[in-house]
């Protein structure tokens, strides 16, 4: 079974901080990779897609891969409290009866506090 | 506009209930998609339709059936429903195959 697993947290950091998020996968073909917030009660959105080794920035989001350790993070700079919310890991998958199929990690609890 | 548009919003209805969730799409995607997150908000991939065509049908029971008139709509009934199948069940669709999501609101669904 192919598995995207993260901490659930909560995850706590003040005001200004670098909230690092982490998620790890179980299939070396692993295709794409997103991250989805989703505010309480609200549906998931996408914030971040990377699909190649490295680092991506986009703002004050950066995603990070690392395809040989099968790691790929979210950095947030600059935390604010409105970025409090659930961060979503998610990954395709490149074949078999998985193609195309978007796998979704647990969500790690984010609470940015002032 | 509503980009994904999914009616009722909330269901509260009896176990044995047959009960039917709507979704709609108005950004021109080919794919779309049914979510199911339960109370622990794990977010699980139900079914998948591309241009109208089943291309995802994850081990669901049989009393779900989804059904895609076309591409700009797909609906989700539920026959017999059980305690377990309380949730929220999101639709989505995208682009091309998998990937960026665009999410509708959810719809909850108490089952008593």
């Known amino acids: 079974q192919k598995e995207v697993e993260q901490n659930s947290g909560p995850l706590s950091v003040p005001e200004g901080a670098i909230a690092s998020l982490n998620c790890t996968y179980s299939?070396?073909?692993?295709?794409?990779f997103f991250w989805y917030r989703q505010y309480s009660g609200k549906s998931p959105e996408l914030i971040m897609s990377?699909?190649?080794?490295g680092d991506k920035e986009d703002g004050r989001f950066t995603a990070q891969l690392n395809k040989a350790s099968q790691y790929v993070s979210l950095l947030i700079r600059d935390s604010q409290p409105s970025d409090s919310a659930t961060y979503l890991c998610?990954?395709?998958?490149?074949?078999?009866?998985?193609?195309?199929?978007?796998?979704f990690g647990q969500g790690t609890i984010l609470t940015v506090h002032p | 506009d509503t980009a994904v548009s999914q009616t009722p919003k909330y269901l509260v209805t009896q176990m044995g209930n047959d009960k039917s969730i709507k979704c709609e799409q108005n950004?021109?995607?080919?794919?779309m998609y049914w979510y199911k997150q339960d109370s622990k908000k794990f977010l699980k991939i139900m079914f998948s339709?591309?241009?109208?065509?089943?291309?995802i049908n994850e081990t669901v029971p049989n009393r779900f059936s989804p059904k895609s008139p076309d591409k700009a709509h797909l609906n989700l009934h539920i026959n017999s429903l059980e305690l377990g199948d309380s949730a929220v069940y999101f639709c989505?669709?995208?682009?091309?195959?998998?990937?960026?999501?665009?999410f509708g609101e959810g719809s909850r669904l108490t089952v008593l």
């Open positions: 299939d070396r073909v692993s295709q794409s």
């Open positions: 339709y591309n241009n109208k065509e089943l291309i």
């Open positions: 990377i699909y190649s080794n």
């Open positions: 989505a669709s995208s682009p091309r195959v998998a990937g960026e999501l665009f």
């Open positions: 998610a990954v395709t998958y490149a074949g078999g009866t998985s193609y195309g199929k978007l796998t």
């Open positions: 950004l021109g995607h080919d794919t």
